[in-house]
Every structure is written in C-alpha cells, then in structure tokens.
C-alpha cells in the first residue's frame, strides 16, 4: 500500500444536468461534469462561461463614488495638485500602482508612488507615512490595494487637510474609515461583482478616468488578478483571458525582462506564468527589503533598465527560497516539540524574517491541515508580526476579529491574515485561538481534495485536454481539474532532478501509455512496487517537444491500494536498503535459526508492523499469515537454500539402498555403503534422505549391533507417505513460488495469502461473535 496524503473526495453530479449541457454535441461529457461542478448547470451558464467573446467589463461607474473619484483627480491634475499612489508590497500592491500611475500621467496627472516597507512600517497605511505626505505637499492620496483597515490613519489625514481616496479588496470591518471617497467591489453593494483584487481595482479607476478600457494596461492587471489568488470567476475571468492575451503580446520592459529572467521568451505564457514565475518574483522584492524595485521595473522605460531590476529580483527570489527552507525547519520543529496537539498552530521566534513567514505558514497549513500563524518578534519594540493561513472551516480573519483587543494591527481574508501584536499577548491570541478552535469537528482537521474525473490511462488523449483547457485560464474559483488516473501499471519509472527528488513515470492500461511527472515524488521508486496497480491524482497538461506532442500527466498524489511486494532475493538489491527502512514502522522477520543467529544484534520478530521484511522462508507457509494480515508492504530477501534444485532420489535408488540393506553382510556394511554411494553417485544429503524416509516408515530399524536393518515385519506402504519426503516435496514448492518465481508471480502468491488471511480473519470473528 501507499497512502495518499490526503482523502479523495469524489463530488456530487447531477446527471441529468450533464445530459442537457451535451444534449447539441457542442460540449464534451467530460467538459460537462467540470461545469457542472463548477455551478454552471444550464445551457445558458455553460455558454456565457465557456465564449468569453462575448464577455464584456462591467460599468466602473456603477461603483456609487466613482464619479466623485474621477471628479476629485481631475481637478486635482487640472489644478497642479501632487497626488500619492500609496501601495502594498506585494504582486497586487505593487501591479496596482503601476496601473494607476499609468492613467493619472496619461491624463497629465503629477504622480508618485509609496511602497510601505514591510519591516519598517508594515501592511496598510501607516500615520508617518500619511504626515510625511502631507508635509511634503501631497493634498491628494490614493490607496491601492489597501486602506480598508485604516481608520485611524484616515481621520489623521482629514485632520492634515489631505483628502484620501480608498480603493481596496480586503476584508472590511464594522467601521469603515472615513474616506472622502471609498471604491471597494465588496462594500459597495452597486457594484454586480465583489470579488476584484486590488489591481482589478485599480484598472476600473483607470477605466473611469480615462473613459475608455485601457487595453494597454490588462498585463498589469492580470498581474495582481492572478497572484492575488482571487475567485478567476466573473470579471475576473475577464481580466485573466484578456490579461494572459495583453503579457503574450506585451513590449512592456519590465514583461519582457521578466520573460528573461525566468527563462520564458519562446514559451505561451499562463496562468502558470504569473503564479509560479512572475509572482515569485516581483514578491521577493518586498519580502527581503524594500518592494521599490519591483515597482519600478514595471515602471522602466528601457529594456536594459527593466533587466537590470528583474535579475536583482530574480537573485533575490533565490535568497527567498534559501530563508523559506530554513524557516519551514525550525517552525517544523518547533510544532513537533511544543504545539503538536494544538488545533491552530501559533508559532513565533525572535530571528525570522517576517517577509516570507506568510509562505512558510502556507506549508504548514499544507503539512500539518491546521490554521497556522507565524510570527517574528521585534526586541527592541515589544512586538510580533506575522501572517497567518488557515483551513477552509476556519475563517482566519473572522476568529482574529475576536481577538481584536489584543490585536492593534491585523487584516486579511478569511483563509489568509497579516497581524502585528504586542510580545506579550503572542500566548495570549494561542490560547484564544485554540479555544476558539476546540468547536471544530475533528474531521475539519483532516486533509481532503475534491477529485473532478476518475478516468482510465485509455481516456486520456490530447482531445480529451483541449477539451478541458476551455475551462482556462484555471485558478481561485476555477481550479485546474483534478484528474484521477485509475489502475494504471507502471511501465517504468525512475528519479530525475538535480537532487532526484522527483520522479518520471510511464503509465499503460488498455494499451495505452500515459507519460507522468511528479515534483517532490522521488521516493516513489522505493516505496511503490512496479508490479502495483497505481492510482494517481493530478493535472493534465499536453509536453511539446521537438514538434511532438504527448498527454501527459503532472501528480499531485499517489494512492497503492494493495499490499505491494519488493524483491530483495538473491542478493538483487543491498540488504542495507531494508536496514534503513523506518523502525518504527517496519518488522526484520527470520525464522530460522541461522538466520536469526546471524541478526542477532538486530531486533527480529517484534510487534507486527505495516513493513514486513522476510529475511528467509518458513518451514511452512502458513508460517506468513499473521504478517501479512497487517502488511502494507512486503520485501523479500530470501536466499537460496538448494531445496528446489536437488533432486528427490529416484525409486530405482530407493530400490537400490534398500536391498543393499537386505543383503550385504552386516561387518561390510559401513564399508560398501561407501562403494555403492560412489557408483550410484548419492550425496550425503541423498543417503540421510533415503534413511530417514524407511526409517519413517518402518522399513529400516535398527539392530542388536546398533546398524541399520530390514524390518521383515513392515507393512507396504508408499514413499511418499514419509513425513521427510512430505517436506522436501513441500519445500522444493516452497522455493519454487517464493525464491525461483518471478517478482510477477511472488505478487501473485502474496495477494493470494493475504486474501485467505482475511478470510480465516473474517471466518475466527464470526465464531466469536
């Protein structure tokens, strides 16, 4: 067996729905099911989703204080007035003030752009911020992708004579700060779509103020749009499509300086592009130091400018990786020590960098599936600053909402929240939480992932993926299918990467083959038998290289249903290899004597673990049953013993010893058994066997002088009734099936034992019963 990391969870469908969505032959079963699960259950719904021609922006100003916005920024340009484009350090904040400074120029605006530091000044507006501001001439300030939050930095602003528009996505709360004007999809109950990230935001102000779509800026917005992990449904959809359309056709600098750096200038790019490549990137800025160049990239003129910046983005992306490896290993001790039975994990330390704990947080969530927050402690101001991530039944930004008291400074989402609290009350919030928390079914706490279509490695085919690349671009809302390969063999399968921590396998069924890649799935060559009906999860995508195209699947998990079998006989493999397996989860099994005499300082034959490891063959088979019943996997490292290959002696030879008994005179004996060994060519092994099987029955007893002799009293009975030819036919069968078989046929035998070890299991509790 093979667990999968987490439970499958298949969704419900309406077949019905189904039928009426193919009923015109214009969209595939398979394409039906996903729309369908993805709510769009009419013909209607399934076509506007599917024809995003036909998709058309909504109206920015059917936000109710869009017109005073673009009424208060023109006569702000009109009037020579300095506006503030005030931002976030991240792919949203930071995509969104370029968009917005790209419109207040373009209609002759005097703009500037602040990026809060995220060490210094932290997340939102801040009052030193807003004073400098002020101070230094600015009567105008903009938010972009924050704000929401900042109540009491509005009403310091309003004091200072500054007016301050708002536009954000962020969780609002009770109160709402008091803005001269307030643009947000998700307050703003005129708007028909509350779901935009910041930098959709942004790109409906500029829409406004500009009165026309302004095209030339959808590849900043599907930036922050994509990055921002926002439902990729409604307008968003929209922003996407179009968005990945305007970054494919883009001359922006900065775009195709990024297309450098991530070594993507011949390459279509996606919504794979953005989250995995750009993102990461344009991110890094802001979690190591200032996010300035980031923005300013995407703000260069010139090609060399913009490449300049993107390479000190990606270096810094690197040194990104390096801290959030070593963060992710001590927060991970640090639960298994002190927190591993609380039900939110609150985890805080003096040194980290509170620019990456937002990702570290997200692996936890993903290694352990409980809310998680991180948080770093600031000595010198008393404070812990963190993020925090959380699980579908725990609204992180509600449950900290509770906590307002002790939390000055927090905002977020309810699956992802940012904090900022006084050191001493870090206990305080672990505590709240986990009581909070202890309401929570226990089966909140367990890992699931919803599966799309369980499909056979014979239904994949390049059609079958266009079919489901209609579906794109994938996302929040609209998550890539996740596809169920089915009882797929292994053709092959072995370890690639630098490291050879990921895995390349080719997958058949039906006579066909399936190519699949799995990241992080290296130890699937050690611990998933190639004999194994495998079932994967993933996505599929379509490999083009060198002019040819293949289906191919990319795993995400990886489930072995059957008790698996390795092959360790005969030396084939290092013994070594089963030594280093887990001792906690594995039992060394010998059974003879020299075998056991020969790991005696290894611990044999313990508690029955879910890894059983033979180290040499019973006497008899039934010897295996109590393993088996509990084996997950099964390695063999049985050795020759010479059984199957030595042949039982013939009748003539059993004929040919017995009369010599008969006849030869009894002080002659012990020497022409030695000449008639010779000339017969009998072994030692032959001659002891031949013994023992008439002495077993009788034919031979020993005599007054302590020799063997005829009994002339036996009665008639045949060889094969003799205990020791019983156990050597038995062996040698033995042997045959379980050190001379194929690894095909070993699988076999053991499927069979453990089948009937389930039966006699089943057949001893209904007699309990």
């Known amino acids: 067996m093979y667990h999968a990391k987490k439970t499958w969870l298949d969704k419900v469908i309406d077949s019905e729905q189904i039928e009426q969505l193919t009923a015109d032959g214009t969209i595939s079963p398979h394409v039906a099911q996903l729309l369908v699960q993805r709510g769009f259950t009419t013909r209607e719904a399934a076509r506007d989703f599917l024809e995003t021609d036909q998709m058309a922006f909504h109206d920015p100003f059917a936000f109710k204080d869009m017109p005073k916005v673009v009424e208060r920024i023109q006569r702000a ?45 932290g997340y939102g507006p801040n009052e030193a911020a807003f004073r400098w501001a002020a101070e230094e001439g600015f009567s105008l300030v903009i938010t972009v992708d924050c704000g929401i939050s900042g109540i009491h930095e509005a009403d310091v602003l309003k004091e ?24 947000h999809p998700g307050v703003d109950p005129a708007y028909p779509f509350s779901n935009l990230a910041g930098a959709g935001v942004a790109f409906k102000v500029a829409h406004a103020l500009l009165d026309r779509e302004p095209v030339e800026l959808l590849d900043l917005a599907v930036l922050g749009t994509i990055a921002d992990l926002v439902p990729l449904v409604g307008e968003n959809r929209l922003l996407a499509i179009r968005g990945i359309e305007a ?80 963060i992710a290993e001590e927060a991970t001790a640090l639960v298994e020590e002190r927190f591993k039975d609380d039900r939110v994990l609150v985890v805080d330390a003096a040194d980290w960098n509170p620019g990456v704990v937002g990702i570290v947080a997200s692996r936890l969530v993903e290694k352990y599936h409980r809310p998680v927050i991180m948080l770093c402690h600031d000595a010198e101001k008393g404070t812990a600053k963190g993020s ?3 699980i579908p039944a725990f609204d992180l930004f509600a449950e900290l909402t509770k906590c307002e008291d002790i939390l000055p400074h927090f905002g977020g989402h309810p699956a992802a929240a940012g904090m900022t609290l006084s050191s001493d009350d870090v206990e305080t919030l672990r505590q709240r939480l986990n009581e909070q928390a202890s309401t929570l079914p226990d089966d909140a706490f367990i890992a699931t992932i919803d599966v799309d279509l369980r499909l056979q490695v014979s239904d994949v085919s390049i059609q079958l ?83 040819f195209r293949k289906p191919q699947l ?59 490891v033979f180290l040499d063959l019973p006497e008899e088979e039934v010897a295996f049953h109590p393993y088996v019943q509990q084996a997950e996997r099964i390695y063999c490292a049985f050795k020759d013993e010479g059984y199957y290959f030595e042949t039982i002696p013939s009748r003539e030879d059993f004929k040919q010893y ?112």
């Open 77 to 121: 340009v009109d009037e020579g007035e300095m506006i503030l484009i005030y931002g976030d350090y991240d792919v949203d904040g930071v995509s969104s003030a370029a968009i917005l400074w790209h419109a207040l120029i373009e209609i002759g605006g005097m703009a500037e752009c602040y990026i809060p530091n995220r060490f210094t000044e």
């Open 160 to 183: 200072l004579g500054v007016d301050l528009i708002i536009t954000d996505h962020h969780e609002a709360k009770e109160t709402l700060p008091d803005a001269f004007a307030l643009i």
């Open 247 to 326: 970054l494919n056709a883009s001359e922006r600098p900065g775009i195709l300086a990024l297309r450098d750096v991530c070594s993507l200038t011949e390459e279509e790019l996606t919504e794979e592009s953005v989250g995995f490549a750009f993102g990461p990137r344009i991110n890094a800025a802001g979690r190591l130091d200032s996010a300035m160049p980031a923005l300013e990239m995407l703000l260069a003129e010139s090609k060399d400018e913009a490449l300049h910046l993107a390479k000190q983005l990606d270096q810094q992306n690197k040194q990104r990786q390096d801290i959030v490896k070593q």
């Open 388 to 390: 925090g991530r959380s």
């Open 465 to 547: 993926i266009e079919d489901i690349q209609r579906l794109a671009p994938f996302g929040m809302g609209n998550p890539a299918p996740r596809i169920v390969i089915e009882q797929a063999k292994i053709r092959d399968m072995k370890r690639i990467g630098r490291d050879l921590t990921h895995v390349k396998a080719l997958l058949s069924g039906d006579g066909k083959e399936l190519d699949a890649i799995g990241f992080g799935f290296g130890d699937l060559v050690d611990e998933v038998s190639t004999l194994s009906e495998i079932h994967l999860m993933g996505s599929l995508n379509i490999n083009e290289w060198n002019g």
């Open 554 to 612: 990319m795993i995400q998990d990886v489930a072995v249903e059957d008790v698996q079998v390795f092959d360790y006989r005969g030396g084939k493999r290092p013994l070594s290899e089963l030594f280093a397996l887990p001792h906690e989860t594995t039992t060394f099994v010998a059974f003879t004597d020299e075998v056991k005499e020969k790991y005696a300082e290894r611990p044999l034959n313990g508690p029955i673990r879910q890894n059983i």
């Open 658 to 769: 017995f009369q010599y008994f008969a006849k030869c005179p009894r002080d002659e004996l012990r020497i022409g058994l030695v000449r008639l060994s010779k000339s017969r060519k009998w072994t030692k092994r032959s001659i002891n066997f031949m013994h023992s099987v008439f002495s077993e029955l009788d034919f031979l007893v020993t005599m007054e002088d302590g020799l063997p002799g005829v009994n002339p009293n036996a009665a008639k009975r045949d060889l094969t009734e003799a205990p020791t030819y019983q156990r050597h036919e038995a062996r040698q069968e033995l042997e045959q099936q379980y050190i001379y078989s194929s690894l095909a046929q070993l699988k076999e035998r053991f499927d069979t034992l453990v089948e009937a070890a389930k039966q006699e299991e089943k057949t001893w509790s209904s007699n309990s019963i």
